[in-house]
């Protein structure tokens, strides 16, 4: 069984930064590890993503170059923590974001919310004008 938990998220003024973060415990198997949001009335979205080995790296058109994911490997078969810096953030990326671990085989796959087998509790931000 996997544990996620997430935290670093609360209220910050547009054009601020926050960094999250996403404490992985259990049989995480060397899988990928990703962010995804959620907004109010909204569908969930992949935000980025990341491989066991950092050599892959997704993120969504609307967080490129603002968001960087990163991952400190305490164990790769039993722990990670996996980061999520944002910067100059947008009221539009106000929402609950979640952490996620899941096995990926393609790059058309990594955004589909259904491919990920594990979930967090999410941890909220609010970005305000």
């Known amino acids: 069984q996997v544990f996620l938990a997430e935290s670093g998220g609360g209220s910050v003024q547009a054009g601020g930064s926050l960094r999250l973060s996403c404490r992985a415990s259990?049989?995480?198997?060397?899988?990928?590890m990703a962010w995804f949001r959620q907004a109010s009335g909204k569908a969930r979205e992949a935000v980025a993503a990341?491989?066991?080995?950092?050599?892959?790296?997704?993120?969504?058109?609307s967080v490129k170059g603002r968001f960087t994911i990163s991952q400190d490997h305490v164990n790769a078969e039993t722990g990670n923590t996996v980061y999520l810096q944002m910067s100059d953030l947008k009221t539009e990326d106000s929402a609950m974001y979640y952490c996620?671990?899941?096995?990926?085989?393609?790059?058309?796959?990594?955004?589909?919310?259904?491919?990920?087998?594990?979930w967090g509790q999410g941890t909220r931000v609010t970005v305000s004008s």
């Open positions: 996620a671990n899941g096995y990926i085989r393609l790059d058309s796959e990594w955004d589909s919310s259904e491919n990920w087998d594990d």
């Open positions: 259990g049989r995480i198997n060397a899988r990928m």
């Open positions: 990341i491989s066991p080995s950092g050599r892959t790296i997704y993120y969504a058109d």
